[in-house]
């Protein structure tokens, strides 16, 4: 500021006048150009720093989050919420803490003493989290998981309505011995998918027969064996759903290993459409998809003003994703 | 601070002296005991953006990405980079620009102007970029890329030796009939594989045809079209390389339908070891390891000073991922 005082030959505090924008001073319009021009032509940067000690805020949004930046899950989740924040000049600041909770206190504390003042929290599975101590009383809102407070803002996939329509494609095409892959992923996620599903079953009027409903952990190998087992059986299903998309591609191993043919001998529907999977496989699978891109940009639009949502846990609809992995069943012979 | 003095019953001018940890003051002890003790029942946090426009720096790392945070392709660049950062109780803070220069222009203003002065910039994919103007100057480390400007220091992955290792592999098993699935991405990363691969082959005395080698985009899909041409003639190759998972996926696809057994009938080897796929697939690909961590983790330490980097660019090894995928050729019958 100095140096644009020195060429536009004035006093700092007329720089500090002009370039600050306030409308309250009389400076003559000539004396304004120069200072403008010397402003310009030394690339004076407005100091954020400063402004931000002067007004207490800062340009930078922090996103929180467990390891959505370092997984190959959710990462949609920033491009919303960058979207967001972007349509409102404002940087989203991604902090990744690895589930590290001294990190996370270093992070949120470096974030806060830089006058950061807005915060995503998001998490790359749908979980319950605690709100760390040190963001009450900041403005908060939960992307992917949900909080014991209910008057915090949270948007979450609504995994129950979402297995539900799962299932009822399925009913839809005439399948009714549908066998489940569960996940056994601790949080929300499964359970309410599962939920979903037995809601839809037992509105069509049937009931689901426990023994085929398989709980095994939710990768590639482990949904290749519930597959099996499901499959390896005189009254196999005609369709599986399975709770996540890699369980789905394991499923898919399971019924070629046997020699079915899909979609005709088997339906498959997975959850999650999966990136680098989910379109890939043969055949392609059909899926619901999970509103990753929709939650990180409702998540930043309400944090900053842009939009309102509710105290609590706002739920967002999964699509279903149509694709080759469903069809009617086989006649039997 | 205001609050400090009062509940000390001091002056702030007393409280910021014993705040500032300022050895050159003669406060009497017990009256700095009391600052401090209502410091910490006040919750007092020192702010941090007031020492940066004293000291012009921070304790934020910025790590300027075009779309890592949002692709499930180099999230360990992140938990590399993060993982060294905090050993130096630094925080990384991770602006993603969607390939937009605006936003990039936007989002590096912003962390400038909280005095920022440490900077990653890292891609998703190996590739050539030109460094903002805006950080000219600033402490600047490249990872997964490399500029024009020979002093800038880069690490980057070492494609060519990679493409030379994965060869040698097959080489070793007996296969000299090599099918090759080009990518035809642009930039250094499919180029110097291919020249890795043929460089090994004439350490090895054999020539490699050209109609051996089939260029199509990256994708499964794509993949699954390379193979069959390359799989679908008198003198099939007994291995494929493909220049990565992708592919590789696709081109097991390919040979399944084709009937044939793998790895008895065809060995494969992809590259990138990427998750979600590499490990999962029937059989699971022995490929070559993007070393995403440790260019993370080597950008970020040499950018904080605990290494040194030699200006331009440094090569990281991709190691060998043994799985299943590779075997000696069945003999001809």
Do not use: K
């Not at 499959?231 to 789905?248: I, K, M, S, V």
């Not at 899909?262 to 339906?267: A, G, V």
């Amino acid at each position: 500021m100095q140096d644009v005082a020195e060429a536009a030959q004035v006093s700092q505090t007329t720089v500090s006048f002009v370039l600050s924008g306030r409308p309250d001073t009389s400076i003559a319009e000539p004396t304004r150009q120069r200072v403008l021009e010397a402003a310009q032509a030394l690339g004076y940067r407005p100091n954020a720093m400063a402004r931000a000690l002067r007004q207490g805020t800062s340009t930078l949004v922090g996103l929180i989050s467990d390891e959505v930046a370092t997984t190959p899950f959710a990462g949609l989740i920033v491009r919303g919420a960058q979207d967001a924040a972007w349509q409102h000049r404002r940087i989203l600041a991604l902090v990744s803490t690895s589930h590290r909770d001294d990190l996370e206190q270093e992070a949120i504390d470096s974030l806060l003493q830089h006058q950061v003042d807005t915060f995503l929290i998001a998490t790359m599975f749908h979980r319950r989290i605690t709100i760390p101590p040190a963001l009450r009383g900041q403005a908060v809102v939960l992307v992917n998981c949900i909080s014991d407070d209910a008057l915090v803002r949270s948007v979450v996939p609504d995994e129950q309505a979402g297995g539900r329509l799962a299932t009822t494609h399925l009913l839809e095409h005439g399948h009714t011995r549908i066998g489940i892959v569960d996940t056994l992923h601790p949080g929300p996620a499964a359970t309410l998918r599962l939920q979903g599903h037995l809601e839809a079953m037992a509105d069509a009027g049937l009931a689901q027969a426990p023994d085929r409903i398989v709980h095994r952990p939710g990768d590639q190998e482990a949904g290749e064996q519930a597959a099996r087992q499901l499959l390896d059986r005189p009254d196999r299903p005609t369709a599986l759903f399975c709770l996540n998309d890699r369980a789905a591609m394991g499923a898919q191993a399971a019924a070629r290993s046997l020699g079915l043919r899909m979609p005709e001998d088997l339906s498959l529907i997975g959850y999650d459409n999966q990136e680098v999977i989910a379109a890939h496989l043969h055949p392609a699978l059909t899926t619901m998809q999970l509103p990753h891109h929709e939650l990180g940009y409702q998540g930043a639009s309400a944090l900053l003003g842009a939009t309102t949502l509710p105290p609590g846990c706002t739920r967002l609809a999964c699509p279903l994703v149509r694709r080759a992995s469903v069809s009617p069943p086989a006649r039997t012979p």
